[in-house]
């Protein structure tokens, strides 16, 4: 089982950026996916964005695409979420997830075996 944290919320004005990390702890099967996800009280935990470790392929959910990078620095064992132009509607707990099987575009929280604990993203008008 991999440890995640995940670190750099916060809150921002509409339009602003914020860069969230996720370090793990411990061994990532580069044949497996690594993604970002968001709930938002009383909705469904959400796929924003996600990674295959074996080949850096690269997948967004619409609603971010073009606003939001997924990038992986291997030396560190971290992923990042870069968000730029953030919407109020972004606002959500953003959590990491590791050990993603299947095709990573799905996005599918189902695909996924170790979470973190979340970091909470609030975007004011």
């Known amino acids: 089982q991999v440890q995640l944290v995940e670190s750099g919320g916060g809150s921002v004005q509409a339009g602003g950026a914020l860069r969230l990390s996720c370090a793990a702890s411990?061994?990532?099967?580069?044949?497996?996916?690594m993604g970002w996800f968001r709930q938002a009280p009383g909705k469904e935990r959400e796929g924003v964005a996600a990674?295959?470790?074996?080949?850096?392929?690269?997948f967004y959910a619409d609603s971010v695409k073009g606003r939001f990078t997924i990038s992986r620095d291997n030396a560190k064992n971290t992923l990042y979420l870069q968000m730029n132009s953030l919407k109020p509607e972004d606002t959500s707990m953003y959590y990491c997830?590791?050990?993603?099987?299947?095709?990573?575009?799905?996005?599918?929280?189902?695909?996924?075996?170790?979470w973190g604990q979340g970091t909470q993203v609030t975007v004011s008008s």
């Open positions: 990674i295959y470790i074996g080949g850096r392929n690269t």
């Open positions: 411990g061994y990532i099967d580069r044949n497996s996916c």
């Open positions: 997830a590791a050990y993603g099987a299947g095709y990573c575009g799905s996005l599918r929280r189902s695909q996924y075996k170790d």
